[in-house]
């Protein structure tokens, strides 16, 4: 059964820039992923197995699983996972419009990231920045954000594990934080997401997610605990959009998908020519 948006998701996603989602996952997809992880997590940067690739930004961030819809079923349910599809479908909008033509969605990017002790992901992203991809807006009661990802945690995120920071409403900042450092992606350097004034830290069980709109200042604490935390991302936005890194999806994925999913994975299925 689909999940819905609630009025009272609308209005919080509104007010705060995310909803958690409980139970987003049951317990029998954690356990598929979870074991999918286990086949891929050796990964080292830069190296693939079959179409996933190990990918890491240069710091302390961990190990991102890229392009992890293709690594089998459990992996593509989440495309149009019904407990949030419809939340997707809501809050990038355009429903009803020519954006819808070559689908109502598209993922530009999807990964699966563990990270162990001492790492974490610095504070990035906010309003103040003004970037085009990862937009909100809502106008004419209607939503028309840019990029809203789904984050399903893995394994249970509580204190000291390194859970996502956000900082509540700032996709609607108009200024800059004055704590901000923008340095998450630099060698070796961890801003701290978790000491920013006005910063709250996200506990999840496994099997739930954060929704939130890509504008909304986040990162993570870091991890001080033994052992690993391991979370999925997957970002939507329209459906001309485009991907954000070099990876394109393989024919053994589009071949596998439903026809709902492969608009989603890759919106124009049929390529116009002159020849055809
Ligand atoms: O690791 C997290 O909790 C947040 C991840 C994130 O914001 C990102 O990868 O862009
Ligand atoms: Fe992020």
Same mark, same amino acid.
Request: charged share 25%.
């Given at each position: ?9 609308? *209005?919080?996603?509104?007010?705060? +820039? %995310?909803?958690?989602?409980?139970? &987003? ?9 979870n074991?999918?992880?286990?086949? @891929?997590?050796?990964l ?6 079959? *179409?996933?690739?190990?990918?890491? *930004?240069?710091? /302390? ?7 992890? %819809?293709?690594?089998? /079923? ?5 495309? $149009? ?12 909008? +355009? ?7 070559? +689908?109502?969605?598209?993922? $530009?990017? #999807?990964?699966a ?6 790492e ?15 937009? %909100?807006? @809502?106008? #004419? ?14 394994? $249970? ?22 704590? *901000?450092?923008?340095n @998450? =992606?630099?060698?070796?350097?961890v801003?701290? &997401?978790?000491?920013?004034? +006005?910063?709250?830290e996200?506990?999840?069980? &496994?099997? $739930? &997610? !954060? ?13 001080i ?10 970002? %939507? ?10 990876y394109?999806?393989s ?5 596998? !998908? ?7 994975? =890759?919106?124009?299925?049929?390529? !116009?020519?002159?020849?055809?």
């Amino acid at each position: 059964m689909k999940n819905k948006p609630t009025k009272l998701e609308k *209005y919080l996603f509104d007010l705060n +820039g %995310y909803i958690i989602i409980k139970n &987003a996952i049951s317990q029998k997809e954690l356990k598929a992923c979870n074991e999918i992880i286990n086949d @891929y997590k050796l990964l080292k940067n830069g190296e693939w197995k079959d *179409y996933v690739h190990g990918h890491n *930004y240069g710091g /302390k961030e961990g190990l991102n699983l890229q392009q992890i %819809y293709e690594a089998g /079923k459990p992996f593509e349910k989440l495309i $149009d996972h019904p407990s949030w599809i419809d939340h997707m479908l809501e809050f990038v909008g +355009g429903k009803g419009t020519f954006d819808h033509e070559h +689908g109502p969605l598209f993922i $530009d990017e #999807n990964f699966a990231n563990i990270r162990g002790p001492g790492e974490a992901i610095g504070i990035h992203s906010g309003n103040p920045e003004g970037i085009q991809r990862n937009h %909100y807006r @809502y106008q #004419n009661g209607k939503f028309h954000c840019s990029q809203v990802n789904i984050l399903v945690a893995l394994n $249970d995120i509580g204190p000291g594990d390194g859970g996502t920071v956000v900082i509540p409403s700032s996709h609607k900042s108009n200024i800059q934080h004055p704590e *901000y450092k923008k340095n @998450y =992606m630099k060698k070796n350097e961890v801003s701290s &997401a978790e000491n920013m004034t +006005g910063s709250i830290e996200i506990y999840l069980k &496994a099997g $739930d &997610a !954060l929704l939130f709109v890509d504008s909304l200042c986040h990162g993570s604490a870091k991890r001080i605990n033994k052992g690993e935390r391991r979370i999925v991302v997957y970002r %939507y936005g329209p459906s001309w959009g485009f991907f954000r890194h070099p990876y394109r999806p393989s024919t053994k994925l589009l071949n596998s !998908l439903t026809s709902f999913q492969r608009k989603i994975v =890759m919106p124009h299925e049929k390529i !116009l020519t002159p020849n055809k």
